[in-house]
């Protein structure tokens, strides 16, 4: 079963620096029907301001990923780190038993697009960590691994049952993604069109999938794929 959730059915706030669309419940924007998705929590997509950004905060307890879409944000953590995340690469936050960080738009002239998506842990109380690393150049017919509970190269470790995959179809054969029995996919458009099994997508929708054996994806679009237990 394919669910589609479309763009303008998404949470939305605008503050000026900030516009962002909110998949599943989030600050100010409460909708019980859309909560989450199996151990996926947050799925925001953001366009954050030249000279703005989100202040030192803290978290606890959440797997936090960072996917730059255009522009370049600036990362400082308790951790030490300090760094500058750009498109081709990805952020992994273990927030675990307690973070602060600020992420910063550098620029004062180019805009930042951005998702930020939070993933439940497998377990609480986890040791608090940071990874980014460079991925894949996007290809026709590419589907890369960016994100996975084990070790893979130009991929950063969650530390729960997911798979995270970025789409890039392109003209030609469909992408075949397997899906074995009992897993669940969400797949987020990040920009341009596509179709999951026929369905058709457009940037910014969203699809939730149970019981498929196989997705077949087309069209020119990027997508993000969620593959979860």
Same mark, same amino acid.
């Given at each position: 079963?394919?669910?589609v959730r479309k763009s303008a059915e998404r949470g939305h706030s605008n503050?000026?620096?900030?516009?962002?669309?909110?998949?599943?419940?989030?600050a100010d924007y409460y909708d019980p029907a859309h909560m989450g998705f199996g151990?996926?929590?947050?799925?925001?997509?953001?366009?954050?301001? !030249? +000279?703005?950004?989100?202040?030192?905060?803290?978290h606890a307890d959440m797997e936090i990923v960072s996917y730059i879409v255009s522009g370049a944000m600036a990362h400082k953590d308790s951790m030490g780190n300090a760094t500058?995340?750009?498109p081709g690469e990805i952020q992994r936050m273990t927030a675990g038993t307690g973070i602060r960080h600020a992420e910063m738009n550098p620029s004062r002239t180019e805009a930042i697009h951005s998702f930020q998506i939070w993933i439940l842990p497998e377990r609480r109380g986890l040791t608090p960590g940071y990874e980014q690393v460079t991925i894949a150049a996007p290809r026709p !017919? +590419?589907?890369?691994l960016i994100a996975s509970r084990q070790r893979h190269d130009n991929a950063v470790v969650i530390h729960q049952d997911v798979d995270l995959y970025r789409a890039t179809p392109g003209e030609g054969a469909p992408i075949t993604l397997p899906v074995a029995a009992g897993r669940r996919v969400w797949v987020q458009t990040v920009r341009g069109d596509a179709t999951i099994n026929g369905v058709g997508l457009s940037a910014g929708d969203a699809a939730a999938i149970t019981g498929e054996?196989?997705?077949?994806?087309?069209?020119?679009?990027?997508?993000?794929?969620?593959?979860?237990a």
């Open positions: 079963m394919i669910t503050i000026g620096w900030l516009d962002a669309r909110f998949s599943f419940s989030f151990p996926l929590r947050v799925i925001n997509e953001d366009h954050i301001a !030249g +000279g703005a950004g989100f202040g030192e905060h803290g500058i995340i750009r !017919g +590419g589907l890369d054996t196989a997705l077949a994806i087309a069209g020119d679009g990027e997508l993000l794929v969620f593959d979860m």
